[in-house]
């Protein structure tokens, strides 16, 4: 409750609007104690006096009626009516929606056959009749605005209903013995209450204009009883002679209904946890680039070659330095490993090569990423997307969630190449069997008319991998694609890659945690920290003599087969959260080697043999992997 008043109290605007209508609301509540006028006597011989005149603060009306007394006096009727009708209207709409929802079968195609009915007349029309029906007086009209209401409600809860009622917990609640009265009491109506709170909070505006709209007609209150819809209605025929007596009521007007549609915006958005981590944000096209220094120049390393790239996250007050300065390159043909905890910022990297980091919170402030002599960071969107997946192609790690559910996988396919160039639905198919077999996928002229829900996971595996290359990229960034897979599956699709990589010289930057996965397949690799490399080499000499710290203690972690008994180490410590670097080496904190000048000044990324490392005190080479 309380992290609901802070987050609405975050949003200015429905803060505004909660601080505006607390206002009216108090006016309106002590109006009877108010040193004011009769809002109902008439003085003739007064009729039309402007605002600010004396004993009358806002004016009078035609029969000579304090405007600021009828204004006070109105507004609490027209809150009161608002309130009340969109009270009643819940209320109804909600019961009936619950029990349409709830039982479901006959008694819902009844019920809301007869809501569809009420729904299918203009509602003004519906409102009209009832009143006319029922005579006019503000009772009546509040009876005829609920009404109106009342199906919009009762859809809203019977679609939320619905959903709940087949939930485990209901079925749980029955086993358990529970009357359907007290399911619905105990288990649906606390989670359809936020549905109805929103719901209401976001239709009381309409319900006070739709009431003030059938008072201005003449079919609500009566006369000599004020409320803000008759005023209006009254001062009609003086709207151009004494624009005052219109405006005073119309403002009012305005400003209930302003003030309650945003503080209902608001309450909606605090009570949609959807909305809080910022999830219904658009992401623009591509990462926001804005860097401050000198972009670096190309050396001609490799196809692509990556310096100094630095990405953050700007949240609200905090940046998070998910990668704090990455250098790498990697050659035609090459297989370059990265590896690293979870968090410490391998797919970031990955993803800022394309532009493909979210912003917001994503912002790439420094570096440059040159391939084949192009700054893929500072491109524009076109020629990023004109790159994606025909220059640079990426494969994820969960392959179902990257699969179209409904498409079949050949038509996926097609689609993939045909962001590229036109081609026809032979030749796309033609093209789409070559690739499943390439991907080793056994009957490909029948599986390429498989959905990917008839495929196993190694499988559909596979098929990322075809889609990558179904542009004939240059390179390929695979970020953990074997992760989610059992070992035999990733070793299928490992030999895949490898091969590829040889018959068709791609390049290949492989994500992964998995040393035995860098081994099996890499040329060379780079081992990151914190949003930093912090020793890259041959896979070779790394693997037999990690250098860093922080790759030794890595490899510790992982079992041997044949090793004899060891006791496992497991790093203590967690790595630093980005958001709050150390200065010097952040992994100083878990270190055992470190001293005082590790926390100090910032650490090069320097040459050490034929590796690079980011470290005052290597290990040294003599000594076998740390204890
Ligand atoms: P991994 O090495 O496991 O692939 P990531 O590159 O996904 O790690 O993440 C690196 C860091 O960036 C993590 O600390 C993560 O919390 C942070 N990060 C990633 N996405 C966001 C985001 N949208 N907002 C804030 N921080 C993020
Ligand atoms: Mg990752």
């Given at each position: 409750?309380?992290?609901?008043?802070?987050?609405?109290?975050?949003?200015?605007?429905?803060?505004?609007?909660?601080?505006?209508?607390?206002?009216?609301?108090?006016?309106?509540?002590?109006?009877?104690?108010?040193?004011?006028?009769?809002?109902?006597v008439t003085d003739t011989s007064n009729r039309f006096r402007?605002?600010?005149?004396?004993?009358?603060?806002?004016?009078t009306d035609h029969l000579g009626r304090?405007?600021?007394?009828?204004?006070?006096?109105?507004?609490?009727?027209?809150?009161?009516?608002?309130?009340?009708?969109?009270?009643?209207?819940?209320?109804?709409?909600?019961?009936?929606?619950?029990?349409?929802?709830?039982?479901?079968?006959?008694?819902?195609?009844?019920?809301?056959?007869?809501?569809?009915?009420?729904?299918?007349?203009?509602?003004?029309?519906?409102?009209?009749?009832?009143?006319?029906?029922?005579?006019?007086?503000?009772?009546?009209?509040?009876?005829?605005?609920?009404?109106?209401?009342?199906?919009?409600?009762?859809?809203?809860?019977?679609?939320?209903?619905?959903?709940?009622?087949?939930?485990?917990?209901?079925?749980?609640?029955?086993?358990?013995?529970?009357?359907?009265?007290?399911?619905?009491?105990?288990?649906?109506?606390?989670?359809?209450?936020?549905?109805?709170?929103?719901?209401?909070?976001?239709?009381?505006?309409?319900?006070?204009?739709?009431?003030?709209?059938?008072?201005?007609?003449?079919?609500?209150?009566?006369?000599?009883?004020?409320?803000?819809?008759?005023?209006?209605?009254?001062?009609?025929?003086?709207?151009?002679?004494?624009?005052?007596?219109?405006?005073?009521?119309?403002?009012?007007?305005?400003?209930?209904?302003?003030?309650?549609?945003?503080?209902?915006?608001?309450?909606?958005?605090?009570?949609?946890?959807?909305?809080?981590?910022?999830?219904?944000?658009?992401?623009?096209?591509?990462?926001?680039?804005?860097?401050?220094?000198?972009?670096?120049?190309?050396?001609?390393?490799?196809?692509?070659?990556?310096?100094?790239?630095?990405?953050?996250?700007?949240?609200?007050?905090?940046?998070?330095?998910?990668?704090?300065?990455?250098?790498?390159?990697?050659?035609?043909?090459?297989?370059?490993?990265?590896?690293?905890?979870?968090?410490?910022?391998?797919?970031?990297?990955?993803?800022?090569?394309?532009?493909?980091?979210?912003?917001?919170?994503?912002?790439?402030?420094?570096?440059?990423?040159?391939?084949?002599?192009?700054?893929?960071?500072?491109?524009?969107?076109?020629?990023?997307?004109?790159?994606?997946?025909?220059?640079?192609?990426?494969?994820?790690?969960?392959?179902?969630?990257?699969?179209?559910?409904?498409?079949?996988?050949?038509?996926?396919?097609?689609?993939?190449?045909?962001?590229?160039?036109?081609?026809?639905?032979?030749?796309?198919?033609?093209?789409?069997?070559?690739?499943?077999?390439?991907?080793?996928?056994?009957?490909?002229?029948?599986?390429?008319?498989?959905?990917?829900?008839?495929?196993?996971?190694?499988?559909?595996?596979?098929?990322?991998?075809?889609?990558?290359?179904?542009?004939?990229?240059?390179?390929?960034?695979?970020?953990?694609?074997?992760?989610?897979?059992?070992?035999?599956?990733?070793?299928?699709?490992?030999?895949?890659?490898?091969?590829?990589?040889?018959?068709?010289?791609?390049?290949?930057?492989?994500?992964?945690?998995?040393?035995?996965?860098?081994?099996?397949?890499?040329?060379?690799?780079?081992?990151?920290?914190?949003?930093?490399?912090?020793?890259?080499?041959?896979?070779?000499?790394?693997?037999?003599?990690?250098?860093?710290?922080?790759?030794?203690?890595?490899?510790?972690?992982?079992?041997?087969?044949?090793?004899?008994?060891?006791?496992?180490?497991?790093?203590?410590?967690?790595?630093?959260?980005?958001?709050?670097?150390?200065?010097?080496?952040?992994?100083?904190?878990?270190?055992?080697?470190?001293?005082?000048?590790?926390?100090?000044?910032?650490?090069?990324?320097?040459?050490?043999?034929?590796?690079?490392?980011?470290?005052?005190?290597?290990?040294?080479?003599?000594?076998?992997?740390?204890?």
């Open positions: 409750m309380r992290a609901f008043f802070i987050l609405l109290a975050r949003n200015r605007l429905a803060l505004a609007g909660g601080v505006v209508l607390a206002l009216v609301v108090t006016l309106a509540l002590v109006t009877p104690l108010l040193p004011l006028a009769n809002p109902d402007p605002i600010f005149s004396e004993g009358a603060l806002l004016g304090d405007l600021l007394s009828r204004l006070l006096w109105g507004t609490r009727l027209s809150l009161a009516v608002g309130f009340a009708a969109a009270i009643f209207a819940a209320s109804i709409g909600a019961a009936i929606g619950i029990i349409a929802g709830f039982y479901g079968g006959r008694t819902d195609n009844v019920i809301m056959r007869g809501v569809d009915m009420l729904m299918a007349f203009p509602y003004i029309l519906l409102a009209l009749a009832i009143v006319a029906a029922l005579g006019p007086g503000l009772f009546n009209a509040l009876i005829a605005v609920s009404a109106v209401n009342v199906p919009f409600f009762a859809r809203n809860i019977r679609g939320i209903t619905v959903g709940i009622a087949h939930k485990e917990f209901v079925d749980a609640a029955r086993l358990a013995g529970l009357s359907n009265t007290r399911i619905i009491l105990s288990e649906i109506l606390p989670n359809v209450v936020p549905v109805i709170v929103i719901a209401m909070s976001t239709t009381i505006g309409w319900m006070i204009l739709e009431t003030a709209g059938l008072s201005f007609l003449g079919l609500g209150s009566q006369p000599p009883q004020a409320d803000l819809g008759s005023m209006l209605g009254e001062a009609r025929s003086a709207l151009i002679t004494n624009p005052h007596t219109s405006v005073v009521p119309g403002v009012m007007i305005l400003v209930i209904v302003m003030s309650i549609n945003l503080l209902g915006d608001g309450v909606r958005d605090a009570l949609d946890p959807r909305l809080k981590s910022g999830a219904l944000t658009r992401p623009m096209a591509a990462t926001l680039v804005d860097r401050q220094g000198p972009v670096p120049e190309p050396t001609g390393k490799g196809l692509l070659e990556v310096q100094g790239l630095k990405t953050e996250f700007h949240v609200k007050d905090r940046i998070y330095r998910a990668v704090g300065g990455v250098d790498l390159h990697v050659e035609k043909g090459e297989c370059l490993g990265i590896i690293g905890e979870s968090g410490s910022g391998k797919s970031v990297t990955a993803l800022s090569l394309m532009g493909l980091v979210a912003s917001p919170p994503g912002v790439i402030t420094a570096g440059a990423a040159h391939y084949d002599g192009e700054d893929l960071i500072g491109a524009p969107y076109p020629r990023l997307r004109d790159m994606r997946g025909r220059n640079v192609a990426y494969i994820f790690q969960d392959p179902l969630a990257t699969l179209h559910p409904l498409y079949r996988v050949g038509d996926q396919l097609i689609e993939a190449i045909r962001a590229h160039r036109p081609i026809s639905r032979a030749e796309g198919r033609a093209k789409a069997v070559e690739l499943l077999e390439a991907v080793r996928i056994p009957n490909p002229e029948q599986r390429v008319s498989d959905y990917p829900h008839e495929m196993s996971g190694g499988m559909r595996q596979r098929i990322g991998i075809a889609m990558a290359l179904a542009n004939d990229p240059d390179i390929i960034i695979a970020d953990e694609p074997t992760t989610a897979l059992d070992v035999t599956v990733q070793a299928q699709v490992l030999t895949i890659l490898d091969d590829l990589r040889r018959s068709r010289g791609l390049a290949i930057v492989f994500i992964t945690h998995d040393f035995g996965v860098v081994a099996q397949l890499c040329d060379r690799v780079a081992v990151m920290y914190a949003g930093r490399i912090v020793e890259e080499g041959t896979t070779a000499e790394i693997l037999d003599f990690p250098r860093h710290p922080y790759t030794a203690r890595l490899m510790a972690c992982v079992p041997e087969l044949g090793g004899g008994k060891r006791r496992l180490e497991a790093i203590p410590g967690l790595p630093p959260v980005v958001d709050r670097l150390p200065p010097g080496c952040a992994f100083a904190e878990r270190c055992l080697k470190a001293r005082p000048d590790c926390r100090k000044g910032e650490i090069p990324l320097e040459p050490l043999g034929r590796r690079r490392i980011r470290c005052l005190y290597p290990e040294d080479e003599s000594r076998e992997v740390a204890q």
